[in-house]
């Protein structure tokens, strides 16, 4: 397979690896895309000896795609710009992997949509929580019909004051950019829930308000003489949530060595008011099979990690993972061992704890099983769970959260089908 990459920030290296590295056999990296050429010039450094695919500015994507007739675009922009770029790919022919979210609202879905159908090439979404063994067993467990008829959920994800405070220094931090967080971050549960209920959202009410990450918040700290970013901060030594960017070389080579080029500032202030996304958001999904959820993001919690209840007709399914105990001046104290809990307490009878699945690499070894089945499905073997994400799993992904975007500028539930409709858009 001939491959081309267009994105080459940070989550990139994932998907070059796997095609010049860790599934190399069989595939092959003919180009890499940027409008930044520090980026660009970085990423193709950083390639092992005798791989050397063509460079090309993001204004020559579609001179790219004629000369290299790519087989699969990997899709790594920021959010708001992978539409653009899908549509090109599949217009061209080409089969696209693309990095959550889909995309960030309607009129870029229908986009997507729309180059689907008129040219029946597949996409895929990068789904890796999907591939985590222990997410996986939730499935499995699930499916089984341990707890019976699943009734209703109750679904708590938290990220820390270090993890969260960095969606409000980068360009995350506009929703134009990113669809907010329940969009850009969300998307990855909102997906897990439909997977795991196997159905789609019907309803979504909403609530959402940035609450944390403020100005107020900055003049409480004692921070009224903060600047607009962290390198120049008068405030610097004294700001418990500052990054210092040429401290850290992956980010000062790939940011701060290459500003003067993309103009793209890493690290802007968290307390700034310019600022458009939430930090504290909670959503009521009812889904087209019944089953309801209550979802809850928080941004700037002491410990990292998600929480679930599934209440089904037989009893509870209850999973914990502890990703972060907290943050403890300013280092994370990262959960390793005894972490993931997954508890099972059927009517009648005495909880009993679950022997969690275990998996090795990234995101509990989510990553590599993902990257298999994407880069060298022929190795893999017969996927049960159907964890693979299509174009209308990573339509669904994104509909929950930019119905609840919806309903937080409406005060409004919202009919996600009515919605659709409006937007002209069949799924």
């Known amino acids: ?48 000896e005798g791989t050397a695919p063509a ?17 699969c675009v990997v899709v790594t922009t920021p959010d708001h710009l992978h539409h653009i770029f899908i549509d090109a790919a599949l217009r061209a022919g080409s089969d696209v992997i693309t990095e959550k979210p889909m995309t960030t609202d309607l009129s870029r879905l229908k986009t997507i949509l729309d180059a689907q159908g008129a040219s029946n090439r597949s996409v895929a979404v990068s789904f890796n929580y999907r591939y985590s063994p222990a997410r996986t067993q939730i499935k499995d467990l699930l499916m089984s019909g341990a707890i019976g008829d699943i009734t209703a959920v109750d679904f708590r994800w938290a990220l820390d004051r270090v993890h969260g405070a960095d969606y409000f220094r980068r360009w995350h931090r506009q929703k134009d950019n990113s669809g907010g967080l329940l969009v850009h971050k969300s998307t990855h549960h909102f997906d897990l829930m439909n997977w795991w209920v196997e159905s789609r959202p019907r309803k979504v009410h909403a609530l959402g308000r940035r609450v944390f990450y403020t100005p107020q918040t900055g003049d409480a700290l004692g921070l009224t003489d903060r600047g607009t970013r962290c390198r120049t901060c008068p405030a610097f030594d004294r700001c418990d949530y500052r990054l210092d960017i040429a401290a850290d070389e992956a980010l000062d080579a790939l940011y701060l060595q290459g500003e003067e080029s993309s103009g793209y500032i890493r690290d802007a202030c968290v307390f700034s008011d310019d600022i458009s996304i939430e930090d504290t958001m909670q959503v ?20 990292e990690g998600l929480e679930i209840t599934f209440h089904g007709t037989k009893g509870e399914l209850t999973h914990r993972h502890i990703e972060v105990h907290g943050v403890f001046a300013g280092e994370r104290n990262r959960a390793v061992d005894d972490n993931v809990f997954t508890e099972l307490h059927l009517f009648g009878e005495h909880p009993r704890q679950i022997d969690v699945w275990e998996g090795k690499g990234i995101h509990g070894g989510a990553d590599p099983i993902m990257l298999g089945y994407l880069f060298a ?43 659709l409709d409006h937007a002209g858009i069949a799924i």
């Open 284 to 303: 009521q999904i009812e889904y087209e099979n019944e089953v309801t959820c209550n979802y809850t993001l928080t941004a700037y919690s002491p410990w």
């Open 1 to 48: 397979m001939r491959y081309a990459i267009v994105g080459t920030g940070g989550r990139h290296r994932m998907f070059r690896k796997a095609i010049v590295e860790t599934h190399a056999e069989g595939n092959e990296l003919v180009a890499l895309c940027d409008m930044d050429p520090h980026r660009l010039n970085l990423s193709a450094a950083s390639l092992p």
């Open 55 to 71: 460079l090309y500015a993001a204004e020559d994507f579609g001179r790219m795609l004629r000369e290299m007739q790519p087989d």
């Open 377 to 419: 499905p022929e190795t893999m073997p017969e996927d049960l769970y159907k964890r693979r994400s299509d174009h209308v799993s990573g339509a669904w992904s994104i509909l929950t959260g930019i119905a609840a975007n919806e309903s937080i500028a409406s005060g409004r539930a919202v009919d996600v089908g009515e919605m």
